[in-house]
């Protein structure tokens, strides 16, 4: 079982880092590669960097492909070879994943068209963009599509395509190894638990750390053949 991560500058590493945990403990035989346009460090939104396993000239094909989100994920849709390879890879691949706002990259390699997706609640409304139908779930399996919400969804989203793949028992061994078993602190983490003002502050910071952003995606999304 051939997992491949997307890596790409400004990735939210626990999109990444979170799912890949989970997953490399799928079984025997698990191969996991976190993939890049090349073999040079890539940067993150937490300030540190990853390194990646293999570039997009060594990964051809996968059994997942997994795209993770974050404030990166515009770039990645600008770039031809990046698109390229996801798109390459996608259409090929047993199972096409994603966490956070990296359905919004599926999407723009054509992998979402008529197919139910999640994404991080902010920037949900974006997937009907792509052809693809907005689900308000932590994780949505529609046919070998399955994609998790925002950030922290990826561990749950990771344990759901473990059952489909390896089985309930799987997926309820490696919990139990992880010891996830989330008690937050605070009733805050949706949109709709939180109160009004500390979502808007929310979306005051992050008009301020991407401005634009969802003019410039609608402006990718047409050159991607999206009207």
Request: some cysteine; hydrophobic content about 45%; overall charge negative.
């Amino acid at each position: 079982m051939r997992i491949a991560f997307l890596l790409f500058p400004n990735v939210t590493q626990l999109d990444l880092t979170g799912p890949a945990q989970v997953l490399s403990r799928m079984g025997e035989g698990t191969q996991l590669d976190l993939v890049a346009a090349t073999p040079d460090p890539v940067p993150t939104d937490a300030g540190f960097a990853i390194l990646p396993t293999a570039t997009f000239d060594d990964v051809t094909g996968a059994d997942i492909l997994c795209v993770p989100g974050g404030f990166g994920t515009n770039a990645a849709i600008a770039d031809d070879r990046t698109m390229d390879w996801v798109r390459d890879v996608g259409t090929r691949a047993q199972w096409v994943t994603s966490v956070c706002t990296g359905s919004l990259v599926l999407g723009a390699a054509g992998l979402l068209e008529g197919y139910r997706a999640t994404c991080h609640w902010g920037q949900r409304h974006m997937l009907p963009l792509f052809g693809a139908t907005p689900v308000a779930e932590r994780v949505v399996v529609d046919r070998n599509r399955v994609t998790g919400a925002g950030v922290t969804a990826g561990i749950d989203f990771a344990f759901r395509l473990i059952a489909l793949i390896r089985g309930e028992e799987r997926a309820r061994f490696v919990q139990l190894s992880l010891e996830y078993d989330p008690d937050p602190p605070f009733d805050s983490g949706s949109p709709d638990r939180a109160d009004a003002a500390l979502v808007a502050a929310y979306q005051r910071r992050v008009a301020e750390l991407a401005p634009g952003r969802e003019e410039k995606l609608r402006r990718l999304a047409a050159m991607r053949g999206y009207a």
